[in-house]
């Protein structure tokens, strides 16, 4: 595994909790302990990431190979990256503590311009034993794999050499036309992508 | 206009702190103070949107018409999204202190699975002089429209009944090979939507 630079983790961090903030908000609609659970995790991860980023910003500054500046801009991002996934485990936590959200609430959260939700490939659908990259399910559909449960282990952030098999669950978010799009071809009623 | 209930308003402060994440995050990549400012307008926005909602909430309590286990959960949300958007303007901070971001760091967030671009629209284009509803173009394209600048006036999160017109500027998300085909259309280098 290549090691991970300063620059890496800082993307990392920005893309995870960007990704909890819609795993957040995806579990208090869909009343979903698992990715509630999940978005804890996420936030176990980000901690360790932000702790590796100082680290690793310090020794660049000791050994001369960042200026001072760019170091507290990397620590700056690091640590906003950080307070937006710190507020997306508080929203997962309303879940967590079984607080049964009003049905209007979450109607209206549920008819925001995006939709997220999440699907299972049947072994009939076209999806399956395709990576994303011949897929572009974004391009094709407007909907985005933003995590995917495979074997029940959780997967986030797929790429284009990711593969999608029969029996996973895909966390998709896009427009509303899309989602229908996406569910016919994961549930193998349309082979049209 | 309608009257915006409580639960419009916390998915309007929902909507808009994800969209100030994003162009937060975008005006820190282009170097744009433009819209490093707007993310401090919407930031104002949040603020009196906030304020309502406490004010609305308290109201509805006092009337019977929510109730107190209820109503602190619309608080919470409410609360938490305006601490994604303040997270948010501190990072359109970055740029309007005028930080020179370290290159590398700035390829690297660049390098993130979704792309965030602004696109000026042709008039050859045909997108001009169309609805959104009509264009359908976060299924076709798999880009998302996040706001647009017509006139030298902003709009975020333009739906369905929202026309674009040559001139304007579209502020688009989702996937790199969507942003190629967004700009083709855009330009009116391609008229294959």
Redesign the interface.
Known sequence: MKKK?V??L??EV??KS?LM?DLA?SS?IYDNMTIAEEVYDLEDLIDELYQDIQKKTLQHIEKKE?SV??AL??L??AE?GE??S???Q??AD?VLRD?E??P??K???R????VFTSINVDEKSILAGKTLGEL?L?????M?IRAMRHENKWLY?P?KNTKIDAGDILFAK??E??EK?LIDLATGKSKDI
């Open positions: 630079t620059e890496d800082v993307l920005k893309d960007e903030v908000y208090l960042l500046n760019d801009t990397v700056r991002l906003l307070r937006i710190d507020a997306a508080e929203i309303v607080v959200l009003h209007i609430i109607m209206s959260i008819e925001s311009d995006q572009k974004g391009s094709e559909t407007g985005y952030g790429d896009g427009p036309d899309g799009h």
